[in-house]
């Protein structure tokens, strides 16, 4: 089964949250997260995906 972005960015936020990351290391740890999971993914790629689904992962997670 795979994993959709959503869930892989949720993941990395809830963790992230848990170990006390602000907002930009929180950010850090989603691109590190998704490069991780997909190595062909370009940085540039994580970060503009990050930065377009991290608002809505925080909505939906009630940060």
Do not use: K, N, W, Y
């Not at 993941?11 to 949250?17: D, H, K, P, Q, V």
């Not at 998704?34 to 190595?39: E, T």
């Amino acid at each position: 089964m795979e994993t959709s972005l959503f869930q892989i960015i949720a993941e990395a936020c809830s963790s992230a949250r848990r170990d006390g990351l602000g907002t930009a290391e929180t950010r850090d740890a989603i691109q590190s997260a998704l490069l991780a999971r997909d190595p062909t993914l370009r940085p540039g790629t994580a970060r503009i995906i990050a930065d377009q689904l991290f608002p809505l992962v925080e909505r939906t997670l009630g940060h």
